[in-house]
């Protein structure tokens, strides 16, 4: 099959374009950046996640001394920093560099002292958030158990 002078002129540049596209994209692009939590006080110990990352990261949080190293493990990178007292309260952005790329995130200083349990929040908030979630659960399992007997009692009359 012989091809037109036009067309074999277009697979040249078409070959290019196409080596380029493949040969751009990053071998080790990390996706998202998770922070948890994401706000807290001095002393709060927060946890660092970069989804598709492959390789050994680095990150920091912008603005400040905090350093830390996230170790690679099974196509995520994960480590973590902890609050500490030169942060004033505030935003600040957590960047991790995998690879070439670069991700961030928001993380927000609180004042007051984060949770000597090591716990993003203080231990009072937490203990407080358990109270009323089974407070709500007692509730809502006495508020069944009524409209069943009330059900039973509407029928058999």
Not at 49 to 65: F, M, P, Q
Not at 123 to 151: D, F, K
């Amino acid at each position: 099959m012989r091809m037109t002078q036009p067309v074999r002129g277009m697979l040249l540049p078409l070959g290019v374009a196409l080596m380029l596209t493949v040969t751009a994209a990053p071998a080790s692009a990390a996706g998202t950046l998770t922070l948890t939590p994401t706000t807290g006080a001095a002393g709060t110990r927060v946890a660092v996640l970069a989804s598709d990352c492959g390789v050994d990261a680095n990150g920091d949080v912008e603005g400040t001394d905090v350093r830390f190293e996230l170790p690679e493990h099974d196509n995520r990178a994960l480590g973590h920093f902890t609050v500490t007292e030169q942060m004033r309260p505030g935003d600040y952005t957590v960047a991790v560099t995998c690879g070439f790329d670069t991700v961030s995130a928001r993380f927000i200083v609180a004042s007051g002292t984060g949770a000597s349990t090591g716990g993003g929040s203080t231990a009072s908030h937490a203990a407080t958030a358990l109270l009323w979630s089974g407070a709500a659960l007692v509730l809502a399992a006495a508020t069944g158990l009524w409209m069943l007997r009330r059900r039973d009692d509407v029928t058999a009359g």
